[in-house]
């Protein structure tokens, strides 16, 4: 629960320019755990790497709902598979 506190924080600090680009963008929260677990886990002898920026580099578009859309999604829902073939 601390490294996602942690991982939390750090992302909630990292400054995401939204420039003139097609899409928005969001933080990669699972690349961004793994870099705050290398930043703790770092020893005193090398230099802590910054946190902050690595962040930023990992980037995700956050995928638009298209205005006006008309037909919903339409959902199929599998169905239970048997498994009478397994009896010996």
Do not use: W
């Amino acid at each position: 629960m601390i490294m996602y506190n942690f991982a939390e924080m750090m992302t909630s600090h990292v400054v995401i320019s939204q420039m003139d680009k097609r899409h928005l963008y969001q933080v990669n929260f699972t690349v961004a755990v793994y870099v705050c677990r290398h930043f703790l886990r770092s020893q005193g002898d090398e230099s802590p790497p910054d946190v902050e920026a690595l962040i930023r580099k990992n980037l995700l578009p956050i995928r638009p709902i298209r205005p006006g859309q008309k037909n919903t999604r339409k959902i199929r829902y599998k169905s239970a598979v048997s498994f009478v073939y397994r009896v010996a």
